[in-house]
């Protein structure tokens, strides 16, 4: 089995933090890289081609749900979402997986993940396990989503 290329996409140091050190227990997994925004996310998709990303929705310059819309658009890949918004915001991991995301995985609180860092790690590594075998290239960003959302060039991937 190959190594799977992990990109961390997420505005909170900490939070990269933790989830890279969830992914290190994994040896089949490699966090290559990590982003604070999307146009990071971007230039560091090119370099390092990642098999998998996970992504916040919120995130400043441009949020998660617009840049999950340019990315598949423009290079599809999986995508697993992260945020304290997939407890509370139904609708927004309901619009992230119809845009395709393959999953997504509520970030803890701190407190939760020192009572549950090894549950976390290990649905976390099982998300992405499965993520990667989810073969991108034939989704079709439906029209109604894309129509919904106008996207600037200076936000393409």
Same mark, same amino acid.
């Given at each position: 089995?190959?190594?799977?290329?992990?990109?961390?996409?997420?505005?909170?140091?900490?939070?990269?933090?933790?989830?890279?050190?969830?992914?290190?227990?994994?040896?089949?997994?490699?966090?290559?890289?990590?982003?604070?925004?999307?146009?990071?996310?971007?230039?560091?998709?090119?370099?390092?081609?990642? /098999?998998?990303?996970?992504?916040?929705?919120?995130?400043?310059?441009?949020?998660?749900?617009?840049?999950?819309?340019?990315?598949?658009?423009?290079?599809?890949?999986?995508?697993?979402?992260?945020?304290?918004?997939?407890?509370?915001?139904?609708?927004?991991?309901?619009?992230?997986?119809?845009?395709?995301?393959? /999953?997504?995985?509520?970030?803890?609180?701190?407190?939760?993940?020192?009572?549950?860092?090894?549950?976390?790690?290990?649905?976390?590594?099982?998300?992405?396990?499965?993520?990667?075998?989810?073969?991108?290239?034939?989704?079709?960003?439906?029209?109604?989503?894309?129509?919904?959302?106008?996207?600037?060039?200076?936000?393409?991937?």
């Amino acid at each position: 089995m190959d190594i799977i290329k992990v990109l961390i996409v997420d505005d909170s140091a900490v939070i990269r933090n933790i989830i890279k050190e969830a992914l290190s227990h994994s040896p089949s997994i490699n966090v290559v890289g990590e982003a604070e925004d999307a146009f990071v996310a971007r230039d560091l998709i090119k370099k390092l081609n990642p /098999d998998v990303l996970t992504l916040d929705v919120e995130m400043p310059k441009m949020d998660g749900i617009t840049f999950l819309i340019n990315l598949m658009r423009l290079r599809p890949m999986p995508v697993i979402m992260l945020s304290t918004l997939t407890t509370k915001g139904a609708d927004i991991t309901l619009q992230a997986l119809e845009i395709g995301a393959v /999953d997504f995985i509520a970030k803890p609180t701190v407190q939760e993940l020192l009572a549950t860092q090894a549950s976390f790690r290990e649905v976390l590594t099982e998300k992405i396990t499965q993520a990667v075998t989810i073969d991108q290239k034939n989704f079709k960003l439906s029209d109604t989503l894309t129509s919904n959302k106008v996207v600037k060039p200076s936000q393409n991937i």
